[in-house]
């Protein structure tokens, strides 16, 4: 499968309590986006990488959530002390950089969080 | 600021009845508009890109057309598994990182 990978697929915690998302982008793209979904709304961007810099965050990024890519590769989202309206689907994507980029994100199928 | 407004926000279909769905948007130099499928818990599916006024894009039964102020999405003849949600997003031209900036979406639903 060469698509974009996230994991866990759902994730279910108690108020108060950090978790982490991962996401392997398609292999050959430098570029690696986080986009928050919630029920019957489109994606919102929340961050995004060039390789392993993180170039742009979104004023939704609160100090709580803190994103990695270490080796421009494979990519971290963490959420400390999750609140109920951290509740959403936290989508990835990626896309080729400069020079055979035609502008299309290329989702993954997502992580859903759930804040109990 | 980039701005997406897609409408109706659901549409109910009999197989086989065509219909449009209209996207709207307001963005500083559009460098490309999007369109996507969604099926229910998985991620969007990427369908169309389209650069510039009067381009049109067809794929199956949909068809994307552009102006200089919305996009349409045709659905001829649609099958029940057409049903999805259908998103809109654009891309701005002085967005370095090709960001989209996506609408709420269309949930569309066929009936057999």
């Known amino acids: 499968d060469t698509g974009v990978s996230q994991d866990p697929r759902h994730k279910i915690t108690k108020r108060g309590q950090n978790v982490t998302f991962r996401c392997d982008p398609i292999?050959?793209?430098?570029?690696l986006y986080w986009y928050r979904q919630t029920l019957g709304q489109g994606p919102e961007f929340l961050t995004y990488?060039?390789?392993?810099?993180?170039?742009?965050k979104s004023r939704l990024l609160s100090d709580r959530f803190s994103a990695e890519r270490p080796k421009g590769s494979f990519s971290t989202l963490e959420i400390q002390r999750t609140e109920q309206g951290d509740s959403a689907m936290y989508l990835c994507?990626?896309?080729?950089?400069?020079?055979?980029?035609?502008?299309?994100?290329?989702f993954g199928e997502g992580s859903r969080l759930t804040v109990l | 600021e980039d701005q997406v407004t897609q409408s109706p926000e659901a549409l109910r279909l009999q197989e086989g009845e065509s219909s449009s769905l209209n996207c709207s948007y307001t963005?500083?130099?559009?460098?490309?508009l999007f369109w996507y499928r969604q099926d229910p818990g998985k991620g969007p599916e990427f369908l169309f890109t389209?650069?510039?006024a009067g381009e049109e894009k067809e794929k199956e039964r949909l068809k994307a057309t552009l102006t200089k102020k919305e996009s349409f999405l045709h659905i001829t003849a649609p099958k029940p598994e057409d049903s999805a949600t259908y998103l809109c997003?654009?891309?701005?031209?002085?967005?370095?990182?090709?960001?989209?900036?996506f609408g709420g979406g269309t949930r569309l639903m066929v009936k057999p």
């Open positions: 963005v500083s130099g559009l460098r490309g």
């Open positions: 997003a654009v891309q701005a031209g002085n967005n370095a990182g090709n960001m989209l900036t």
């Open positions: 990488f060039q390789n392993e810099a993180q170039l742009e």
């Open positions: 292999s050959e793209h430098n570029r």
């Open positions: 389209l650069y510039s």
């Open positions: 994507a990626s896309s080729k950089g400069l020079g055979g980029n035609t502008g299309e994100l290329f």
